[in-house]
């Protein structure tokens, strides 16, 4: 763990390995970009008039703009959400194994996502498609089911139960949905394996307005976390009302959770991992994990996309195979680091 | 204004889904006294201190706190009137001992505030009167239970409260550890005036450290008042079971009880 005064550093530190990796992968794929043309053609609209940018080709600048920028943006934000609403997650439920999809988020979008592709949904909301559409509605609206059957999140307990219940049987609707509707099963079950090859700028835009407004909330609201992984009594005595800021937490999780699978299908470990390393690095106050779980996220989800989409190009695989390959030997290290302390 | 009763609950009644748990309560505690709360198992005495902490919906005007309803207080105001030692303590998270401690003082912190100098000194007076300072940076998790329980003291006592509520803080501790503890908050009680409400398993840790003492029966007040007072054989008998005889102890001069085993 680092002391307070480096906190500030390693933060730093993160802001500038996001940013490298932001050029990086502008700069890979089919046609190779230069770094220095990446940087160039990002900041070109701030760049003053006077500047010659001429050298640079203006296919690299349409690849930048329509194309690479637009997945990374949208990876960004959503790497960003996952690792936040994980860190989040953990701390309401007062285990580090908890993860985003703790109250059945990921099957009631995937049931959503199937359910409309099954019935061939045909809406657009603000230029967002009906899968993105379906899974966001399917996703929030589990979740509420689960809370509310669960007695209003009176405790935690009934909580996680009602949430794996739920998503059992979700998973088990969609299942029958698929096997009655096998022309689909390929679109499925490639949705659900997590992708961001169907980015554009208007998702970036309708997601970041819900992810970035609720991560500054959550860091605001960080300290009554840390209340909260003392108990409910002792949260409460030390004046906080445990129930309302529970019920805040989780809506605010779970609508950043809901729009980043949304986007791009369910994405495994990125929620799980990056809140157990960065507490490894900062400790676990939430003022400080959760802030630095963005920057984590949005990296380890921008290096899997990035590999996910040029290891084997021109062909891609799901992003959502990239982070459980990468994320599961990771997290068995971690486990192993705590049951065998140094 | 200094009120004259600190605690106070009047004809407290409360039903754990439909089973009366506690059953006219009426008690009065006087600030800067070290209350016992003495009965049997499932007698009602954690539910009652939960409910003189606001941590159970109890009913308007049952539970006063320095003679104003509990339920006119905000949860922020009344953390820094009272602060509550629960019976078990357990995190999973690896957060140091100062950083527990340091919670303590959330109550006076704004939304946007950070601890300031004047909060780390009072966590370090806490932590100093506990004996916890020397190992302030250790991990919460990897502590014993002596030095988690005396960790969770040293936070309630960061909340600089008026009133301190532990539900049986000895249950986990060895016997040298127990009277630490015991001896720990006497103190404050008498140098602070600070006033102590705990919910207590021994008997003789009752008799040594009280001021007075409230014994719960199923849900009732069956005796209470001074030690000597609460603790006789006939109430021993009636509440317990237990066949006693009450002795003076020779090392303090304070009463202690002795029972048979049959």
Redesign the interface.
Known sequence: ?ISGKYKKTVFLLLLLILLGTIVIAGSLGSARISFSDVIKIIISPITPAGIENNVIKETSRIIIWKIRLPRIVLTVIAGMGLGVSGAVFQGIF???MANPYILGISSGAAFGVTLGMTMGLQVTFLGIGAIPISAFIGAVGTSVIVYLISGGGRDILPLLLSGIAIGFFLSAMMSLLMYFNRSQLENIVYWTMGSFNASNWQKAAITAPVILPGIFFLI?FA?DL??M???E??A??????VRKSRLVFLLISTLITASAVAVSGVIGFVGLIVPHAI?IIT???HRTLIPYSMLGGAILLLVSDTIARTIIAPTEIPVGIVTSLLGAPFFLFLLNRMRHPK | MRENNVVQTKNLDWAYNGTKVLDDVSITIKPGTFTGILGPNGAGKTTLLKLVLNLLDNEKDSVLITGKDIKTYSRKALAKIEAYVPQSVKIDFNFTVEQVVLMGRTPFLGRFDRESGEDIEIAEWAMQETGVLKFREKLITHLSGGELQRVVIARALTQEPAILALDEPTSHLDIHHQINILSIIRSLAKRKNLTILAVLHDVNHALEYCDNLFLLDQGKIVNSGSPEKVITPGVMKDVYNLNVEIKKNPFTGNLYMVHDYT
């Open positions: 763990m007062r285990n580090p605001i300290r840390n209340l992984v003392l108990g009594d002792s409460n005595s030390l004046g906080i009302s507490r400790g676990p106050d």
